[in-house]
C-alpha cells in the first residue's frame, strides 16, 4: 500500500522560507518520478514540480520561478521541496504525489505566508 506522509508546513511571513519533506513507503520510491501539487483555498489541485527516479532531472511549474526546489534521497526513502521567497499566494495545502495530477497523494502539510 502507497503511503505519503508530508511535513513541514507552517506559518510563515512573506519572503520566507520553510522546506517541505515526504515521506514515503509501500511500493518501490527510488523507481518513480514523483511530484508536489498544492491545493489552494476553495481551487483545484496545482503541480507544482516533479523529480525522476534519479534525482537529476527536475520541472516545475511556471508559477515557481526559480523559488522552489524539490529534491530526493532515495537511501531514506524521503522527497523535499524548498520553498523560499514565499508569497501570499503560495498558501495552500500541499501534497507529494506519484502523478502530476495528485491521484495518489498523502494528507497534506499547510503552508500559510502571511504577515
Known amino acids: 500500500e502507497v503511503q505519503l506522509v508530508e511535513s513541514g508546513g507552517g506559518l510563515v511571513q512573506p519572503g520566507g522560507s520553510l522546506r517541505l519533506s515526504c515521506a514515503a513507503s509501500?511500493?518501490?520510491?527510488?523507481?518513480?518520478?514523483m511530484n508536489w501539487v498544492r491545493q489552494a483555498p476553495g481551487q483545484g489541485l496545482e503541480w507544482v514540480s516533479d523529480i525522476n527516479s534519479r534525482g537529476d532531472i527536475m520541472a516545475a511549474a511556471n508559477f515557481v520561478k526559480g523559488r522552489f526546489t524539490i529534491s530526493r534521497d532515495n537511501t531514506k526513502n524521503m522527497l523535499y521541496l524548498q520553498l523560499t521567497g514565499l508569497e501570499p499566494e503560495d498558501t495552500a495545502m500541499y501534497y507529494c504525489?506519484?502523478?502530476?495530477?495528485?491521484?495518489?497523494r498523502g494528507q497534506g502539510t499547510q503552508v500559510t505566508v502571511s504577515s
Open positions: 509501500g511500493f518501490k520510491f527510488s523507481a518513480y518520478e
Open positions: 504525489a506519484l502523478d502530476r495530477l495528485g491521484t495518489s
